[in-house]
């Protein structure tokens, strides 16, 4: 916009806000809506300022526009629902901190396992390999990796299961 142009908008703007405002309002039904409205309406109109100011009716030119921004913004929401969050009101408190605390019991257990057994849960669950190709690997029967596997789950599954959960009070659950 040239600085020339700028009265002109500021003038355009101060005796037409309050109009294009009502009317966002009943758009929207919401103040701060119809203020986001308002403004990206104000902002188009500022860029368009020539041709706005050249049109027989500036105000109708900025309506339109408001008018579009609005079934624009509702198209793009019309799609998606919005989910309320849970307000939490007699649920059991939940810990968002556990899973890291049972993931580094998980893992010190890991450690204090034998090799082997430690060996076996890690080529099995973390590379992906089947009973057959553990045993390959480390020179003994498909058996004994599944035994191995049974030995070692039993005991990380103890240790997790035998972790305390702290309350929102510091108490233990």
Request: a positive charge.
């Amino acid at each position: 916009m040239r600085s020339a142009d700028v009265p002109a908008f500021t003038a355009f703007v101060h005796a037409r806000s309050s109009a294009l405002f009502r009317t966002a309002l009943l758009l929207t039904g919401e103040r701060h809506l119809a203020d986001d409205l308002v403004q990206s309406t104000l902002e188009q109109v500022c860029r368009n300022w020539r041709r706005v100011r050249s049109a027989d009716a500036p105000e109708a030119y900025a309506r339109r526009i408001l008018v579009n921004i609005a079934n624009d913004r509702w198209r793009k929401l019309r799609g998606h629902k919005e989910v309320p969050l849970d307000d939490g009101i007699g649920d059991e408190y939940v810990d968002p901190y556990k899973g890291l605390v049972v993931r580094d019991a998980l893992m010190r257990e890991l450690q204090s396992l034998p090799i082997g057994m430690r060996t076996v849960l890690v080529l099995r669950y973390f590379e992906d390999l089947d009973d057959a190709e553990i045993g390959h690997l480390m020179n003994i029967s498909a058996g004994s990796v599944r035994s191995q596997i049974a030995r070692g789950l039993s005991k990380l599954r103890s240790t997790v299961d035998a972790q305390p959960v702290h309350s929102r009070s510091g108490g233990v659950a």
